[in-house]
């Protein structure tokens, strides 16, 4: 089965996020990720930028991955100060073969996905037919704010704009029922299932300890009945990705798997793989 992973993140050698990749059994490195993915089946994975808007900043190996551009904190200083030649930027970034979609932040930048400021960003992900992913559920840092990012607040973007393709990145976690109605709700809106662990796990153990999230969350994935929109992700480093595929795979029927690990992922990113 070939899998891509539809949302990593990849971060310069430093010793927080080397050690963040040592925790999981990883190594912080382009080459480590090459060799595990060869050895896992992993032929592709989508980078969700971060930091930066310059574009010789998001250079990654081409056979390996293509990115999202991000507009994170860093880019937007948590909503305090945007950039007046934003979507002229991000433009910039969407005519280039290697750049697949648009990543947003809310809740880091505290900005409502309704705020005039994306406007522009949807209708050029609209024109060059490359979807925006959403951060929805919970943050990393408690200075974000969870309002924002809750997935009911994507649900008016993507009502607002129809011909805009989101991906609910997180499937909204732990707002799972919010998410899956928004999911269900929305044709032009797509998930992804990366971020849902954190961590190492022991799988067998974790399905006997975590037996009533484990629960609610295959139930209210298969109460989509959108398998064809749910992509599989991981975000990493934070989870050993030989562990998340077995996770997800407990999750998602086997007859979806080819779909869930692959086919969306592909299809909704433009990969042409």
Request: a negative charge; one cysteine or more.
């Amino acid at each position: 089965m070939k899998i891509i992973d539809a949302h990593l993140h990849l971060f310069p050698p430093e010793p927080r996020t080397d050690a963040m990749a040592e925790a999981v059994g990883h190594q912080n490195s382009t080459e480590h990720l090459r060799k595990v993915y060869g050895e896992l089946g992993m032929v592709h994975g989508v980078v969700m930028g971060n930091r930066t808007l310059e574009t010789g900043r998001h250079c990654y190996p081409e056979d390996l991955f293509h990115y999202c551009v991000g507009l994170d904190s860093l880019v937007l200083d948590r909503g305090r100060s945007i950039p007046e030649d934003l979507p002229d930027q991000v433009e910039e970034h969407l005519k280039r073969p290697s750049c697949c979609g648009v990543k947003l932040y809310p809740g880091y930048n505290r900005l409502w996905l309704t705020d005039p400021v994306y406007d522009p960003i949807y209708r050029l992900a609209e024109r060059y037919d490359k979807p925006v992913a959403i951060h929805t559920g919970l943050t990393a840092y408690a200075r974000a704010h969870l309002k924002y990012s809750h997935p009911l607040a994507l649900d008016e973007a993507a009502a607002d704009h129809p011909r805009t393709r989101f991906v609910m990145c997180h499937f909204g976690n732990p707002f799972l029922q919010e998410a899956a109605a928004v999911l269900g709700k929305n044709p032009n809106v797509c998930a992804d299932l990366s971020g849902l662990l954190e961590g190492r796990v022991e799988l067998d153990r974790y399905f006997e300890e975590q037996a009533g999230y484990a629960g609610l969350l295959k139930s209210w994935l298969a109460s989509t009945c959108a398998w064809d929109r749910i992509l599989y992700g991981t975000d990493w480093p934070i989870v050993n990705l030989g562990e998340y595929i077995g996770f997800i795979q407990r999750l998602a029927p086997e007859r979806h798997w080819e779909a869930v690990f692959f086919e969306n992922a592909n299809r909704v990113y433009g990969l042409g793989l």
